[in-house]
Every structure is written in C-alpha cells, then in structure tokens.
C-alpha cells in the first residue's frame, strides 16, 4: 500500500488525488461492511456515500491516535446506527439480550444441560458452502446494537478497544455486547447443525428469543 | 466457580482478555464439566466463523456511482 501517512497528509491540505486514493483503498471494506449491516445494495450506497462524504468533509479533524480504517468504522457505524432499512422491521432498539434467556439450562430433572461439539460438522458444513447464508442470517437477527458489535469484532476482527472506538461505548459495554451477541449466533448455529441432522438435538427450543415481536 | 459464572465470562476467556488468575479458575472448571467444555469450543468456533464470512466487494458500478456523488458534493478546487 501507498503510504498511508502521506495520502492523509496530503488530503488534508486538499489534495483531491490523495482524497481518491484513500477512497480507493477503503471502498471494499465499507462497503462489506455496510452491505452486512444493511442488507442490501441502496442502503448499502448510501452508507458509503455518507461514509466517504464524511470523510472528505473532517479528515482534518483525524488525529491519528487510531488507524484511519478505524475512523473510517466510526463514521460508517454512525450512519448504519441512524438508518433505518428499507423493507426491513429492525428488531426493537435497544433491547437487551439476556444472559439468563441465552444460558442453557438443566433438564427438569437438574441433569446438566446436553451440548455437543458441533465445531468440526459446522467446519465441514462452511467449506460445503452451507454455513455462510445460515450464519448471516442468525447475525441479521441481533438488534442492531449488538449486531455493529459482533459484525465489527468478530467479522472484521477489530480489537475489543478498536470496536469502542468505532462505536462510542465502553470497552465493557462492547465486551458485554459482543459475549451476548457471539451466545445468541452459536445457539442459532447449534440449532440448525441439530435440525440439518449433523448433531444431536437441539439445545434450547423453549429459551429462544423472539426479536420479531 | 459454577457454570454460570462461567457462562458470563467465556467470550473474554476464548479470546485471551482474561487474568491467569481467572483463566486458572476457568480451566479448573472446565476439568470436570464437560457440556462447559463443549460449550467454550464452539462459542470459539463461531467467532472463527464470522471471521471467515466472505465480504461482498463492491460492484464496479457502486463504486462509480460513488465517485460521481463524491465529485458533485465536494468544494471544486481553487
């Protein structure tokens, strides 16, 4: 890569070249990014546009106490965080995941909880191409603020410090966020290795949540 | 440590943020508790997922759409 530095450097003092060139460098992941948070291609665009609009407008106000790419993360996640969807019923904002409604339980009996190591089936299953249509579908499920929280550290593989950065909260709150959100898209993964045949039963049929309501 | 202190801090554990004075906990847990075992292994594995998920590149269209919305709305030079 160019270096970035000077690129910044130069599209501070206005330089319309450099000001391409990092929009060149970053579009693809933006637009990963805002295409996984949207789903779908308009809003997706938009995101982008506001994104790199943003971005020309405040590159003087980039301090480089982060990367750029994480500046970039917190512009994107600002406009992902304010959109609503086209077509789609966000789940309710704000609510809270459970740790007690996500837990696996004992039986009635008080017997510990059945959980299989489904990790080398859901292995084989990704390589099939099975997994990845399944896997974005339960990470569509979470309200979007958990959501921006798994999708930027566990998808884009942002620091749990990087992820506070792009999405103004506490390294805590995303820490609490993400370990509810990672919970939820196992179980969704373990329930559908069980009802696909390839582990046992399912988990946790009576504990699901509901975000549709 | 029961299984539901351990629930609450499983994420910071597969990904390395805790004390080894916690992880040492942890793992002494984890000796005798098999469905805590199967539990920590793939709530590892579905972080290793998502890692894996391909993104969409952008179509060359969007990212045209892109440079004509970014020359019309910025200051033209001097």
């Known amino acids: 890569m160019t270096d970035e530095r000077a690129l910044i450097a130069a599209s501070k003092d206005g330089d319309p070249a450099a000001l391409d060139a990092l929009v060149r460098t970053h579009q693809n992941r933006v637009y990963g990014f805002a295409m996984r948070m949207c789903r779908n291609v308009e809003d997706a665009k938009d995101i982008l546009q506001e994104t790199f609009l943003g971005m020309v407008r405040s590159i003087r106000e980039f301090r480089e106490e982060s990367q750029f790419s994480t500046w970039l993360y917190r512009i994107a996640s600002n406009a992902c965080l304010k959109k609503r969807r086209r077509g789609v019923h966000d789940p309710t904002p704000a609510q809270e995941l459970s740790l007690d409604d996500l837990m696996p339980r004992p039986d009635a009996e008080g017997r510990k909880p059945e959980i299989a190591d489904w990790s080398d089936d859901a292995e084989r299953a990704l390589l099939r191409g099975e997994l990845s249509a399944r896997m974005e579908a339960a990470i569509d499920k979470l309200p979007k603020e958990y959501k921006i929280v798994l999708v930027l550290r566990d998808v884009e593989g942002l620091s749990a410090e990087e992820t506070a950065q792009a999405v103004g909260l506490s390294v805590a709150a995303v820490k609490s966020r993400l370990h509810r959100a990672r919970v939820f898209v196992r179980r969704e993964l373990a329930d559908y290795l069980a009802e696909s045949g390839k582990t046992g039963s399912r988990e946790s049929k009576s504990l699901r949540v509901d975000h549709t309501q | ?78």
């Open chain 2, 1 to 78: 440590m029961t299984c539901r202190e351990l629930f609450e801090r499983l994420s910071e554990y597969v990904d390395g943020e805790l004390s080894q004075e916690l992880c040492q906990e942890i793992r002494k847990h984890l000796d005798g508790c098999d469905p805590c075992v199967n539990f920590a292994k793939t709530l590892k594995t579905t972080s290793e997922l998502c890692r894996r998920l391909p993104s969409q590149p952008i179509p060359p269209e969007v990212a045209a759409d892109l440079r004509s919305f970014l020359t019309r709305h910025l200051p033209k030079p001097s």
